[in-house]
């Protein structure tokens, strides 16, 4: 080896692959090289193996102790794992599911996300509400509206469906705050086509691409709640509806003071939970809006949860009854109850623990 450092120190090559012509140098010429070398820090010529430079006289090497490997840097932690095993839970939920489907699923202090199909179209049936309500907040911070202000029931704004308001007699005045709330705590179809016709559905359609909506629309025809096909459906997508939720969520719909206002009507308790708001666990709340309309069954909604709280939008379409589709969303919602309580972490942790004797 002292031959090979000479050999660079002088500008030589051995002559190891014997190739024509290559320059050599003798045994002898690159021993004095060696020697006229500068003595090389210890820390620089550390021996191959401690044996090799022991003393004849030393005691015998100490046992080193046995210090475990540090886990690679690359390793999942716990909370990646379980939401891991949750959301293979959800695919194989959704894998089972005879409709179509779509989910977005946000941890909103982490970010972390999880989806399928999210940017496929479906018939927005009542969600459209959702970006109604925002439109409307955007008409009050114009100063063009106000929410005490009153609007009048009339024949023509009179819409069956969802609601009560469709019982009330022509000429009674609500405000716009009152309409609100029943638009989203009732799904009200008159409260939603009074206010339309306050704003004006083409203001309406104007404020979508200011909400930074490109999938989702709104059409006269489609506000219809016949349940066969129409000319102009509204359509929207579960990374929209999602989106829409978590900028009212973060104070980014219209106005912080808006915003906070929505928040509240959106976590108004409906008259029977269902869908994503069913079992819903002890000192939980929820912020949603369901859909349902040409065999369509939704719901989105904000979770607030003591580990941190989560959006989730279920969308589902081509359903066969909507009864199975009510459950099968529940089902959805259950499986991200026990991950955000920490129940499958305590289960499995009561599974590994010894009985005692």
């Not at 308001?165 to 409260?191: C, F, Q, Y």
Request: aromatic share 8%.
């Amino acid at each position: 080896m002292m031959v090979v450092a000479a050999s660079y120190v002088l500008g030589y090559r051995l002559d190891w692959s014997q190739e024509t012509g290559a320059p050599s140098v003798g045994v002898e010429e690159a021993a004095r090289a060696v020697a006229a070398l500068p003595a090389a820090p210890a820390a620089v010529l550390r021996p191959m193996t401690a044996a090799s430079t022991a003393p004849a006289t030393s005691p015998a090497p100490v046992e080193a102790a046995i210090v475990p490997a540090a886990a690679p840097a690359w390793a999942p932690s716990q909370e990646d794992v379980e939401w891991e095993r949750m959301t293979a839970e959800l695919a194989g939920l959704v894998s089972r599911h005879p409709g179509r489907v779509a989910i977005v699923l946000k941890d909103l202090r982490t970010r972390r996300a999880w989806s399928h199909n999210p940017d496929e179209l479906f018939p927005a049936a009542s969600l459209i509400k959702v970006p109604v309500m925002i439109a409307v907040f955007y008409q009050i911070g114009a100063g063009e509206l106000a929410l005490h202000e009153r609007v009048t029931l009339r024949r023509s704004t009179r819409v069956g469906g969802s609601g009560s308001l469709k019982w009330r007699p022509d000429g009674t005045r609500l405000t716009v705050e009152e309409l609100l709330i029943h638009m989203i705590n009732e799904s009200d179809n008159t409260a939603t086509a009074m206010l339309l016709n306050a704003l004006g559905i083409g203001y309406v359609q104007q404020q979508f691409s200011r909400m930074g909506l490109l999938y989702t629309g709104i059409y006269p025809e489609g506000m219809s709640i016949k349940g066969g096909r129409v000319a102009h459906e509204n359509y929207t997508t579960a990374r929209e509806m999602t989106m829409l939720l978590e900028k009212i969520y973060r104070g980014e719909a219209v106005d912080r003071y808006a915003s906070s206002l929505m928040l509240d009507i959106l976590k108004r308790r409906k008259a029977v939970p269902s869908r994503l708001a069913k079992g819903l666990p002890a000192g939980w709340e929820i912020a949603h809006k369901t859909g349902l309309l040409r065999m369509a069954c939704h719901d989105s909604a904000i979770f607030f949860t003591p580990r941190g709280d989560y959006a989730m939008t279920v969308l589902t379409g081509e359903n066969r009854d909507y009864r199975a589709a009510k459950d099968f969303i529940s089902r959805l919602g259950r499986v991200t109850f026990r991950y955000y309580s920490g129940q499958d972490r305590l289960a499995r942790a009561t599974r590994r623990r010894p009985a005692l004797r």
